[in-house]
């Protein structure tokens, strides 16, 4: 698991995976049924905050520097690609009550 304490648990809409965060820098990916992880990803400081795309697509990791940083979940649940910068572009989110949401989510 996590080396330090996890800042955020978030459900994916399926209900089949959980993303987390962690002030240990790195965002994962855990699979609800056996509970091992399936991916992870380091990033340069605290991941402050986890949230799915609404089509389980994508988590979105709030972090200091650079900030939001938005990793595409692989066919096979095992691996996260970061979008480049055009694409960052183009995936509307929003801070709503705190949290990071797509827009139309609600």
Avoid: Y
Wanted: aromatic share 4%; no cysteine; hydrophobic share 40%.
């Amino acid at each position: 698991g996590h080396s330090a304490p996890a800042t955020t648990v978030v459900w994916s809409p399926d209900g089949s995976m959980i993303a987390s965060s962690s002030s240990d820098s790195t965002a994962r990916i855990w699979d609800v049924h056996s509970g091992r992880m399936l991916a992870m990803r380091a990033h340069g400081g605290e991941a402050l905050q986890v949230t799915w795309s609404r089509d389980g697509s994508r988590i979105v990791v709030a972090t200091p520097i650079p900030g939001v940083r938005i990793w595409e979940v692989g066919r096979d649940r095992r691996s996260l690609h970061e979008l480049d910068e055009v694409m960052k572009r183009h995936v509307p989110w929003q801070l709503v009550d705190g949290r990071l949401e797509p827009i139309n989510s609600r």
